[in-house]
């Protein structure tokens, strides 16, 4: 039982008594906790609001045993994630970046690159930075960082480069690109358009940070489309939030 200090965003945020709430935490140092915040829904409480949904918060918190819930001491804000307020868009693209976190990450595997990489986005989000851009960025670096990026070079199966002018295969159970050789078989196969094809290797460099440029809304779409499917499968269901990402593609 050690006593921890972290940055966190907080990703969920779930009441359990009268005073109490039980929040679900991604942190810079210690990855996602799920920690007892006693005294949460006092007013006046320990945590002085600090605990919204999507708020940056500067954290101490005692570190108990694996099946035990964390708890939370201390919680001071950093940051509050104002667009919640006031576009819709923006709030739905921000719940989408916490249910991929909580969905996608363990409790207690750390990955600060990935919380760089989310703080960063829910900055751009706030500031007025493109949505459906920033949400398509975060969501390939965060398959990157997790180790779920597709093959986008060569093709998943043989290996041999997947090139030439016209649309490509893409096997979304097979997880990547295929070469017509290898198509036979695979199920769940659709095609990516050559811009489209390349925009996603873009934003998958280990070198694209912060919101890409502007993406045509059609790639943008055929995009969301081929993530969506693509994240279906890896979560084993549809994200929760995906009947609103039509929102994010063009907000
Ligand atoms: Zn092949």
Do not use: W
């Not at 906790?33 to 500067?58: H, Q």
């Not at 790639?219 to 269901?237: A, D, I, P, S």
């Amino acid at each position: 039982m050690t006593t921890e200090k972290t940055l966190a965003i907080v990703l969920r945020v779930v009441e359990f008594s009268e005073t109490s709430c039980i929040v679900t935490l991604f942190t810079e140092d210690f990855g996602k906790i799920g920690a007892l915040a006693k005294g949460a829904r006092r007013p006046k409480g320990p945590f002085d609001s600090a605990l919204d949904l999507l708020a940056v918060c500067r954290i101490v918190f005692i570190d108990k045993s694996a099946d035990v819930l964390d708890l939370l001491t201390e919680a001071r804000l950093e940051r509050r994630f104002r667009s919640a307020s006031r576009d819709l868009s923006r709030l739905y693209a921000g719940y989408y970046i916490a249910e991929l976190l909580r969905e996608l990450t363990d409790l207690g595997d750390p990955h600060p690159d990935l919380y760089r990489r989310a703080d960063q986005t829910l900055l751009t989000l706030d500031l007025d930075g493109p949505v459906g851009e920033t949400v398509l960025g975060f969501e390939v670096a965060a398959l990157r960082l997790l180790g779920y990026l597709p093959a986008l070079e060569a093709c998943v199966v043989c290996g041999a480069p997947v090139s030439g002018g016209g649309r490509v295969l893409f096997g979304q159970l097979a997880g990547g690109v295929l070469c017509p050789r290898c198509r036979q078989g695979q199920k769940q196969v659709v095609s990516v358009s050559p811009r489209g094809l390349e925009v996603l290797r873009q934003l998958a460099g280990a070198r694209a940070v912060g919101a890409p440029g502007e993406i045509d809304p059609g790639v943008r779409g055929e995009l969301r489309g081929l993530l969506n499917h693509y994240f279906t499968n890896l979560l084993g269901h549809p994200p929760r939030m995906l009947p609103f990402l039509g929102a994010i593609v063009n907000p």
